[in-house]
């Protein structure tokens, strides 16, 4: 079987990605059962499994048997889950055969015509090229446990090259991160924006009726076509960039997205080349939004509400810039202020411009040991960049809006850095936390007073004590799951904090605390009430 349309390169003069005949598909699905998360992890061991993440192959290749191993020759392996790691993942050549055992009912020649693969001839002995990477992928997000299988373009440890403008990406991290801290509640419509091979859309249509996804790529448009169709999910593709494929008359409940926001250089003239002196910095596709600094990201939260139902969130990821005599809060604070949403922006992480520059010359594939002269001059053009705007540093992290349902509801409206470990999948205790802001908005402090609160059962308190002494200088309220906030107590919030068993009311507990401290119960409760909603807010109580 062959002549099919992936036979024809597209118009950057490589062949297309994968097309979806159905019932190709069904014997694919059938055929890639055995090869999961777990069976290559397996296969490869930790170690190599590990460096794999960090795209290192030669662990990999050597659990395979295709490098060597002091005492043991040569022996490459040709069980059927080792010839697709080493097809579809590490890129390199299988024996037809070898491929036909693998997927018995899709065979090389329907992976051939799928557009998966290029073979050398028809001889079981005849090499087989993989034209995609086509790996397992699991997740844990709001919903529970996913497993799916996912194509993109190969990459750099694969083909040994530098990745191509159009290049469209796999799973990374910043794509996992995202499909985790997603609120995961039944949604009406849902829109994934720049969804590339489509993992967030994939994401979305677990717990929606609808889903439309956006990309200026008709690349990725179509790995993620593919994709959708291999998981047996339909999504509403539609090519342009950002929010422009939509109309404002179509309002989403949910809004995701994993803009191309990487902070490129844009000075014309002022760019160097990865590739040599003169030539220009590369601008991929999947990271490079074609704006200068900070901009794309800025004009989604500012934009983001028009296709936002009353109610609806929008929640993305990001960089911004942090400039000299303006602190990060009070730059994406002011996007906050335009777009007219509930706001919570939560910076994960800071790079200052050199490791910025680092971290994304590497991305696309420029280093100093393959080329050291256009490694420098992009690493400049980089850094002179930033100067020009005065920028010290690059933040990233995560956005989260809301459109309001009602004008008078008092705004959610929190910037704050939490650069340590949380618990993913963050997404139940970022919806809870919208829970809790709505009911401490409509509860005032009387009312307050009035309920019981418990505990939350991922709370636990530490007393730190000077040896000997019978009472704890330090009382810690840690929370184990969320962002793993810590809260240092004072003696009459600790006692508060124990007493919330949800049988007695916070009134009740701050009256009988001011009894055992003889203390006014009027001061007390002025002192502890804005104490209990920071609480409630971040999920150490709960209401009863």
Do not use: K
Request: glycine fraction near 12%; proline fraction near 8%; aromatic fraction near 4%.
């Amino acid at each position: 079987m062959t002549g099919g349309p992936q036979d024809r390169p597209d118009d950057t003069g490589r062949p297309a990605p994968p097309h979806d005949p159905t019932p190709l598909l069904d014997a694919l699905r059938a055929d890639l059962a055995p090869f999961t998360v777990d069976a290559v992890e397996e296969l490869l061991g930790p170690v190599a499994a590990a460096a794999l993440h960090r795209e290192q192959a030669v662990p990999a290749l050597r659990a395979l048997g295709e490098l060597p191993v002091a005492g043991r020759p040569v022996t490459p392996l040709a069980d059927p889950v080792t010839t697709l790691v080493r097809a579809f993942v590490l890129g390199r050549p299988v024996r037809r055969g070898d491929l036909d055992r693998a997927l018995p009912r899709l065979t090389a020649d329907g992976a051939e015509h799928l557009g998966l693969v290029a073979a050398a001839g028809a001889a079981d002995d005849d090499a087989v090229h993989a034209r995609v990477d086509l790996r397992p992928y699991r997740a844990v997000d709001g919903t529970g446990t996913v497993d799916w299988w996912l194509a993109s373009d190969l990459g750099e440890l694969a083909t040994g090259r530098g990745l191509r403008p159009d290049h469209v990406l796999g799973v990374g991290g910043a794509s996992t991160t995202l499909a985790q801290v997603t609120v995961r509640r039944p949604r009406r419509r849902a829109l994934d924006v720049g969804t590339g091979c489509g993992i967030q859309a994939l994401h979305a249509a677990r717990h929606s009726d609808a889903v439309v996804a956006t990309d200026l790529s008709a690349r990725a448009l179509a790995f993620a076509r593919f994709n959708a169709a291999l998981a047996g999910v339909a999504l509403d593709l539609r090519r342009g960039s950002m929010l422009e494929p939509v109309a404002q008359d179509e309002p989403f409940d949910l809004v995701v997205s994993n803009p191309p926001f990487v902070i490129t250089p844009r000075a014309p003239g002022a760019v160097a080349g990865a590739t040599g002196a003169g030539a220009p910095l590369p601008v991929f596709e999947y990271r490079d939004g074609g704006r200068a600094g900070d901009d794309l990201v800025a004009d989604l939260v500012r934009d983001v509400g028009s296709v936002l139902a009353p109610g609806g969130v929008a929640q993305l990821l990001g960089n911004w810039e942090h400039r000299r005599g303006e602190g990060w809060q009070e730059r994406v604070g002011a996007w906050l202020d335009a777009s007219g949403l509930d706001g919570w922006v939560v910076q994960r992480e800071v790079q200052d411009p050199a490791e910025y520059a680092e971290t994304w010359l590497r991305d696309g594939g420029t280093t100093p040991e393959r080329d050291p002269g256009g490694w420098a001059a992009a690493y400049g053009a980089w850094l002179d960049d930033f100067a020009a705007r005065q920028v010290e540093a690059v933040g990233f992290g995560l956005v989260l809006l809301r459109r309001p349902t009602t004008p008078d509801r008092p705004a959610l409206r929190r910037l704050e850095e939490r650069t340590g470990p949380v618990q993913q999948p963050l997404g139940p205790h970022l919806a809870a936390a919208l829970d809790a802001h709505d009911l401490l908005a409509a509860t005032d402090d009387d009312a307050l007073l009035a309920r019981a609160l418990t505990v939350a059962p991922d709370v636990t308190e530490e007393r730190h004590l000077v040896p000997g002494a019978a009472d704890p200088t330090v009382v810690l309220l840690r929370q184990g799951g969320g962002f793993g906030r810590v809260v240092r107590a004072g003696t009459a919030l600790a006692g508060l904090v124990g007493a919330c068993d949800g049988e007695l009311t916070v009134g009740q507990v701050v009256g009988g605390i001011a009894v055992l401290l003889d203390v006014p119960v009027d001061a007390l409760r002025a002192e502890l009430v804005p104490q209990v909603r920071e609480l409630v807010a971040d999920g150490l109580l709960l209401p009863a």
